[in-house]
């Protein structure tokens, strides 16, 4: 078949992080997958699950994210880095393609909706050297009329320490 996106060239992003931790970060209790659950696909009805069209869900699970083997008194700063939706300008819908208009948004405990490459700040302890935080993870679409099926995004939560 024909791709209508072939050419002789393209590009790609690449991605890095440089940190001063000696923490070790563990999300999700180690376990690689985060289940928000089963929503309707409806938009901005009485029974809907997504409230708007860029909205997190109002069906939402914890994400808590461990950081242990710190120096104590370290402060830092836990970003999210991922695919994000070309269809959300905000650049908070964590998808695994950025043509899907269908994805994840992320809240700190304040509900600041995290955008790619942005995160909370977290410090440990005078006399720690672990810390907790927990995120709130839910789904959202960019569109009125999401597909129903099942979605899945990747992403990375690092520890930033000056």
């Known amino acids: 078949s024909?791709?209508?996106?072939?050419?002789?060239?393209?590009?790609?992003?690449?991605?890095?992080?440089?940190t001063n931790t000696t923490c070790d970060v563990t999300i999700n209790g180690g376990k690689s997958v985060l289940?928000?659950?089963?929503?309707?696909?409806?938009?901005?009805?009485?029974?809907?699950?997504?409230?708007?069209?860029?909205?997190?869900?109002s069906t939402t699970v914890d994400m808590p994210v461990t950081l242990v083997?710190?120096?104590k008194g370290e402060e830092?700063?836990?970003?999210?880095?991922?695919?994000?939706?070309?269809?959300n300008n905000q650049q908070?819908?964590?998808?695994?393609?950025?043509?899907?208009?269908?994805?994840?948004?992320?809240?700190?405990?304040?509900?600041?909706r995290i955008t790619n490459g942005s995160g909370t700040k977290v410090a440990i302890g005078a006399d720690e050297t672990a810390a907790q935080y927990t995120f709130k993870v839910g789904m959202a679409t960019a569109t009125d009329a999401p597909a129903a099926g099942s979605?899945?995004?990747?992403?990375?939560?690092?520890?930033?320490v000056n």
């Open 35 to 57: 289940n928000v659950g089963v929503l309707k696909t409806s938009v901005g009805e009485a029974d809907s699950d997504f409230s708007a069209v860029n909205a997190m869900s």
């Open 76 to 87: 830092g700063n836990l970003i999210i880095q991922g695919i994000t939706s070309v269809g």
């Open 92 to 112: 908070d819908l964590f998808v695994a393609t950025d043509s899907q208009t269908v994805g994840f948004m992320i809240e700190d405990k304040d509900n600041k």
């Open 2 to 18: 024909l791709n209508a996106l072939a050419a002789p060239s393209a590009e790609v992003t690449l991605q890095g992080i440089l």
């Open 151 to 160: 979605y899945s995004a990747p992403i990375l939560v690092s520890y930033i």
């Open 69 to 71: 083997g710190c120096a």
